[in-house]
């Protein structure tokens, strides 16, 4: 049995993915969480100076949709067929933009900037998005991003809306439908409910 | 052989990886270029209003430029010899992509001194800290590759967004702390099939 050790901030973020991949899957691993504090302790020892990082039996992988990537594909959870592969890739790499893109509010203090600048990232980049996005839903007819079944691309949406609608309320995919239905189902998963219920409580 | 329709701008940017890596494997493609004023005529057809896209077979779309790249390099024997060795090709790109990113707020700068200003800061700050990190790699890895032992996508990577925009931007002066991925770059470079494409392809500002 290979041993994994997922090492993050004791935060949601870049991370959450990885662990509700593993935690999907039913996959035992050491969720390895620092406060940020502790850091500098730790950042010269990854490859990048950056986390995550997952220690695959000790060996090193870094970056965040690489290693969701490569524990989706080791734990049935990446796509049917190669071609399934590369549209979960593509949708993950969507919500990776996002994310890049919530960095600017998350990180603004004042509160009237900070929500000018939602309403400006939600009309002008979120909304377009979820248009296409809820497009391709109906399109593939089977509720999930792709194929007929869970992939990682559906944990990646879930993880990135679930907290976007928490903080910023549910009008930010009232129009979409579609998403909302997969988001909800896979809050519901009793896996992934279970883990949610448990997890640390983070502030991001 | 299927058939490939690469869409992009008539740039490099984030269409150039893709392109270099069917050049490399000699695999033909419609490398479908269009200007700025076009592009309003296509992007209601791509599947998230954004470019590059490849079309296969003229039925199936892919979006987002590293998927993108990643699947041509799977298909076309450039994404590593195992699992694990493609996830390392894929960590390096996404590197690369980061860096890249942290390239466009200094690109979109209008003032040329505040402009110099940040692109120094982001080469202090962002591209030195990784060069040296990727310095140690390349040593421990041993044979002039960034993943096992022979050319992988992630090599080509580094080849294209150094040569576009880091160097472009920075000078070649941003690789004189990192002289294995100084001379990996140059390798890719000197690749018979990358120079014939470089020395034939539009040449344009980006």
């Not at chain 1, 949709?65 to 190669?82: D, K, V």
């Not at chain 2, 962002?126 to 993943?147: A, D, S, Y």
């Not at chain 2, 990577?157 to 931007?169: E, G, Q, V």
């Amino acid at each position: 049995m290979v041993h994994y050790k997922l090492i993050y901030f004791n935060l949601r973020g870049r991370g959450e993915l990885a662990r509700l991949v593993l935690h999907h899957q039913e996959v035992a691993f050491e969720d390895f969480r620092f406060e940020r504090e502790e850091w500098p302790k730790y950042k010269a020892g990854t490859p990048f100076g950056q986390a995550p990082v997952l220690e695959v039996d000790g060996k090193p992988l870094a970056q965040s949709n690489t290693i969701a990537r490569y524990l989706a594909r080791q734990h049935g959870l990446a796509g049917q067929n190669e071609w399934e592969q590369s549209q979960a890739d593509m949708y993950v790499d969507c919500i990776y933009d996002l994310i890049t893109g919530t960095r600017p509010i998350i990180y603004e203090t004042d509160k009237e900037k900070q929500k000018e600048i939602l309403q400006k990232f939600l009309k002008e980049t979120v909304n377009p998005h979820l248009e296409k996005l809820e497009q391709q839903l109906i399109k593939n007819g089977t509720g999930f991003l792709v194929g007929k079944s869970i992939t990682w691309a559906d944990l990646a949406y879930y993880s990135f809306f679930s907290p976007m609608t928490e903080r910023f309320g549910d009008s930010v995919i009232d129009n979409s439908p579609h998403l909302k239905k997969l988001v909800e189902h896979v809050a519901n998963i009793p896996q992934i409910k279970k883990y949610v219920e448990t997890r640390p409580k983070t502030t991001l | 052989m299927p058939g490939y329709k690469l869409y992009y701008f008539n740039v490099r940017g984030r269409g150039e990886l893709s392109r270099l890596i069917l050049h490399y494997a000699g695999v033909p493609f419609d490398d479908f270029r269009f200007e700025g004023k076009d592009w309003p005529a296509f992007k209601s057809k791509m599947p998230f209003g954004q470019v590059p896209v490849l079309e296969v077979d003229g039925e199936k779309m892919l979006a987002q430029s590293h998927t993108i790249a990643r699947y041509l390099a799977r298909q076309h024997g450039l994404a590593g010899q195992n699992d694990w060795e493609q996830s390392q090709a894929d960590m390096y790109v996404d590197c690369i992509y980061d860096l890249h990113g942290a390239m466009r707020t200094p690109t979109w700068e209008t003032d040329p001194v505040k402009q110099k200003e940040l692109f120094d800061k982001v080469n202090q700050d962002t591209i030195q800290p990784h060069l040296e990190k990727v310095e140690q790699h390349l040593v421990k890895n041993g044979g002039g590759h960034l993943v096992g032992q022979g050319l992988t996508w992630a090599d080509i990577a580094y080849y294209a967004y150094f040569t576009t925009p880091i160097m472009t931007r920075l000078g070649g002066e941003v690789l004189t702390k990192a002289p294995h991925l100084k001379k990996l770059i140059e390798t890719v470079g000197n690749n018979p099939n990358i120079q014939k494409y470089v020395e034939t392809r539009p040449v344009t500002s980006g």
